[in-house]
């Protein structure tokens, strides 16, 4: 017990959403188009990539290349930043009552190296409706794909919607 207290001072995993989110109508993703440079080696990105993918899956959401409901984004970042995220209503409370009236209170956290985040993107609204992002003390994990599979898997842990295929706990044949 003593050892895993002390773990969870080691990483932190958030997320923030939109309270204007259509979190119940969501049933495909994919990948926005990379704009600009990107630093992320070809391998990491892959890794990244088919960790959302695998996740995405499992919650019931199919894969489209043109006009998916959500695009994903993703970024590893290489140095210590401040970022700016919110207190907010549980995800899961918020769904059932889905109140927009909601009010947004600014936190700042502290990220690491290492740290990535994911961004979904309403393709129809043209707005960001939920991000969760990871960040840990145990260094750089540029080489290390368990790290990304760790990292995507509790970034997820956080999206707690699921596709039409699995609405109501189960799967539709």
């Known amino acids: 017990m003593v050892f895993g207290s002390c773990m969870r001072n080691e990483y932190l995993v958030e997320s923030d959403y939109s309270y204007r989110g259509k979190f119940k109508k969501y049933n495909s993703f994919g990948f926005m188009t990379d704009i600009g440079i990107n630093n992320d080696s070809l391998e990491q990105r892959f890794a990244i990539e088919e960790a959302i993918k695998r996740r995405m899956n499992l919650?019931?959401?199919?894969?489209?290349?043109?006009?998916p409901d959500i695009l994903v984004s993703y970024k590893m970042f290489y140095d210590?930043?401040?970022?700016?995220?919110?207190?907010?209503?549980?995800?899961t409370a918020w769904l059932?009552?889905?109140?927009?009236?909601?009010?947004?209170?600014?936190?700042?956290?502290?990220?690491?190296?290492?740290?990535?985040?994911?961004?979904?993107?309403?393709?129809?609204?043209?707005?960001?409706?939920?991000?969760?992002?990871?960040?840990?003390?145990?260094?750089?994990?540029?080489?290390?794909?368990?790290?990304?599979?760790?990292?995507?898997?509790?970034?997820?842990?956080?999206?707690?919607?699921?596709?039409?295929?699995?609405?109501?706990?189960?799967?539709?044949?």
């Open 96 to 173: 059932i009552s889905e109140n927009e009236d909601e009010e947004y209170e600014p936190v700042k956290y502290k990220m690491y190296e290492g740290t990535i985040i994911v961004i979904l993107w309403d393709r129809k609204q043209e707005s960001v409706v939920w991000q969760g992002y990871a960040t840990t003390l145990f260094g750089n994990p540029n080489k290390n794909n368990k790290y990304i599979n760790w990292a995507v898997r509790s970034i997820f842990d956080q999206y707690r919607v699921f596709g039409e295929e699995y609405q109501f706990g189960t799967k539709l044949n």
């Open 59 to 67: 919650q019931g959401y199919k894969f489209k290349d043109k006009k």
């Open 80 to 91: 210590e930043f401040k970022f700016n995220g919110f207190y907010q209503p549980d995800f």
